[in-house]
């Protein structure tokens, strides 16, 4: 039999003391954000409260590795000595969010892909209490759907069907104070489940804000829709006010930001890779990683069509 040491040697191997404060930090800041403790554990897959206190509380002799990783991936924290910066695109969507949850709007906003909609939404939600972020897959179902919502909101689904929780999902909103129900890359959702947006809006209208956040796809899907008659496109439409916002996209001064806080400030530089970035942070980051290396091969690589 393994000696109690032993144990702990095994699970803490190969993670510092460094990493675990900072995991801990990013897990206080997203419990602040839930009314209680267990509301906070009840959104986080295959983590309890109990592990929550013992995080908290420096009580890691007994926490294994696997399940710090799994709580950093789960409250967004990464390892990383990237820096992201507040692009125009990042300063126009904040706003529009602290508006829509001051007022309980709903609507929909559009940018095109790499425009950094995904980073802003995930540190929107996380710096606001009561505002939640679903990251939309298009594999998901109604009821996948649906217990993703729940567990956004810190309510466990357990065993309830549709009908339960689509009234569990709409009675929590209910009773909060300006909640913002945000769903991120909204145009992924099939029909069936975009549909449940006409019904939480039907509930929730005046109490919840909800936030559709996708590329420009959502805006020709809705509009094709809208054409043919489609079952559910009128009434989607018509309840994000006619007419999607529309976000600027990265622009020359967004990518000075970005390449002079990550290490890359020679003037020819920038604009080399302004040039070749297609107005893609993702694409930005990798020309800016492979300029820090000093790698000729990588920024070939990094500049092919």
């Known amino acids: 039999m393994k000696s109690h040491k032993s144990v702990k040697s095994k699970h803490n191997k190969g993670m510092k003391d460094q990493d675990k404060e900072q995991i801990k930090q990013a897990l206080m800041a997203y419990v602040t954000r839930f009314d209680s403790q267990g509301k906070a554990s009840r959104t986080l897959n295959g983590v309890s409260s109990a592990t929550i206190s013992q995080m908290l509380n420096n009580r890691w002799e007994l926490i294994a590795e696997e ?19 507040q692009t125009r695109d990042f300063k126009l969507l904040t706003a529009l969010l602290k508006d829509a949850q001051k007022h309980s709007d709903v609507f929909a906003v559009i940018g095109r892909a790499g425009t950094g909609k995904t980073y802003c939404l995930k540190q929107y939600a996380g710096e606001h209490r009561r505002s939640y972020l679903l990251c939309c897959n298009e594999y998901w179902n ?7 919502l729940l567990r956004t909101i810190g309510v466990n689904p357990g065993s309830l069907t549709m009908a339960e929780m689509t009234t569990e999902a709409v009675r929590r909103l209910k009773t909060q104070d300006r909640p913002i129900l945000i769903l991120d ?10 549909y449940f947006f006409i019904t939480l809006y039907n509930h929730l209208e005046n109490r919840c804000a ?11 899907r809705l509009e094709f829709g809208l054409k043919r008659d489609k079952k559910g496109y009128p009434e989607v439409w018509s309840r994000i006010g006619g007419k999607p916002f529309k976000l600027d996209g990265l622009s020359f001064s967004d990518v000075v930001q970005v390449c002079s806080v990550n290490g890359v400030q020679d003037k020819k530089s920038i604009k080399e890779i302004y040039n070749e970035c297609g107005r ?21 690589l990094y500049k092919r069509p």
Do not use: H, P
Request: hydrophobic letters at 40%; glycine letters at 4%; a positive charge.
């Open 210 to 220: 909800i936030i559709l956040c996708a590329t420009d796809y959502l805006r020709k």
């Open 185 to 194: 890359e909204a145009d992924k959702l099939k029909d069936v489940v975009l």
């Open 280 to 300: 893609d942070l993702r694409r930005v980051r990798r020309l800016v990683d492979a300029f820090n290396r000093g790698s000729n091969d990588d920024l070939n």
């Open 67 to 85: 399940m710090w990783r799994n709580v950093a991936a789960q409250v967004g924290y990464e390892q990383t000595q990237w820096k992201g910066v």
């Open 142 to 148: 109604r009821k996948y759907f649906l217990s993703e």
